[in-house]
């Protein structure tokens, strides 16, 4: 097993401790004198110095067993004659086992020296009964206490910073992931409004421009382009609305007025003149303008009815194509059915992708709504295809007439 590299300051500690308590010995500077010593050769004082710089290599890789090392040393050191150094290399090692230990340790031995200092107190007090002796307990306080509680402050201070930079990468990183999701929902919102803008104008388009290359007839050709033309100028505008939004510092200072339900009739009769080459019929009810209902709600339920409307235009069988807008009770009701079947119909058909349904059921999903769509039984065992969406409205809700 290969030993730990040695951090530099701890070499740093060592040598500088070592090298200042060798520059004591040999000045002859003590910590007592002669008569005090239990062993009294000066060389004696050598042993805990080396053990004690030796022990400062420990301090960050096993700090708890380099301060049980350290207080035998400590203590040796007190039957020598003594020296500064290795007094003070055991305090480092004091603070060292509070900032590098377990956490366990960490909490106790602040304690504990604190414990230590009084006892010392207490005990030198009664044993020589002179008020010198409260001395002993300063410094015992100094050398274990005062390290212990500086190394638990500058640990609290430690995790402090570090859980103030961890919670900043999570707010961070949280930031980025909102950041992302609004991107994306922003391009979905994007998609959405594009495809309904202009896949019924090129839906038309598609349908009428195959009608003309299809039939042999002038008057039918000239009607096709007729409406192909229409739908192109129609359809540039509405990308012409779209990129002014988008963009910045566009010509219009005023955005672009959303569709409200006022414009469905204008676009059941766009679609009743796109699909007449297919022989469909179109037919609205809808109850007065309301005022009051809210921009979003409204947004919808148009964008919903043009998409059927287009998917009719693209799939749909001969026949009714019918669109009922309701106000029930706190809510607003939007179906749209048109004939369904396998059998081929009539006229020329244009391609379709899924998109509009998918776009139609994100639109519901994002006020809370329901949506179905798919086929059902009708008249005369006829099946139909119908679009239906509750779009929930709340009395606070509703805009404030002007």
Known sequence: MPLPRLHRDDVFLASTGLAGGLLLWSLGVFNQGPHHAVVDSSWAVLLPLCAMASLEFLRRTMPRTALLAGTVAVVADQFTRGNIATILMFTDLVYAAVVYGAPASARRLPVVTGLVTVAVSVGALAWYQEPWALLLGVLTGMVSFVPATTGAVVRNHRQAADAARLRAEQTALLAEMDRREAVVAERSRMARELHDMVAGHLSAIAIHSTAALSLDDADTSREALGVIRENSVEGLAEMRRLISLLRDGGDSEEPAPAPTLAGLAALVRQAAANGAASGLEFTLTAPPQEEGLPAPVELAAYRIVQE????????????????????????????????????????????????????????????????????????????????????PVAKDDKEPSP
């Open 308 to 391: 059927s409307l287009t998917n009719a235009l693209k799939h749909a069988d001969t026949g009714e194509v019918a669109v009922a807008v309701e106000r029930a009770d706190h809510a607003l009701e939007v179906t749209v059915t048109s004939p369904y079947g396998r059998r081929a119909a009539a006229g020329p058909r244009a391609p379709g992708s899924g998109a509009g349904l998918v776009g139609m059921r994100e639109r519901v999903a994002l006020l809370g709504g329901e949506y179905e769509a798919g086929p059902v039984s009708g008249a005369a065992g006829r099946e139909t295809w119908r679009v239906r969406a509750v779009l």
